[in-house]
């Protein structure tokens, strides 16, 4: 896999993304933010739904902020970028750019929890995962180091 800051997802703003005054809404923006973590997560060569059957785990945002630069409006091409900042046990942290034409748009910062779907509490990222994550966030620090 590639340095993490290098991991971008694009996106396409459809009408439906919109709200009444014509810019994206801003919660739209955290959907295309969980879009682009899952096709990380995809790169690292796990499916969030193979996790749950095999592992009995899921992911679920426990907290996100999100600074609101500009608009971005209908039919624009946007870019995404994943990049996890903070490994635990049970909770990874990341940063997430939306972008337009490299102009960034929204930055988010958000962490993911793991969780046992079942019983609805913390679980440890499964070791796979960890080591797979722990492995992206130090080629980053090499690559931006």
């Known amino acids: 896999m590639t340095a993490a800051t290098d991991f971008h997802w694009p996106v396409r703003v459809y009408y439906e993304d919109t709200d009444a005054g014509g810019v994206v809404y801003h919660a739209n923006y955290l959907k295309f933010m969980e879009r682009a973590r899952t096709e990380w997560l995809r790169e690292l060569g796990f499916e969030q739904d193979r996790l749950r059957a095999d592992c009995g785990v899921v992911f679920a945002v426990r907290r996100a902020s999100l600074d609101m630069r500009r608009p971005a409006r209908f039919n624009e091409a946007l870019e ?7 490994l635990r046990r049970a909770s990874v942290e990341f940063v997430q ?12 910062e958000i962490m993911i929890a793991c969780v046992d779907p079942e019983r609805a509490v913390p679980a440890a990222v499964p070791e796979s995962v960890y080591r797979a994550m722990h492995a992206a966030i130090a080629t980053d620090t090499e690559a931006t180091g």
């Open 80 to 86: 995404v970028t994943c990049e996890p900042r903070r």
């Open 97 to 108: 750019v939306v972008r337009r034409e490299g102009v960034p748009l929204v930055i988010g």
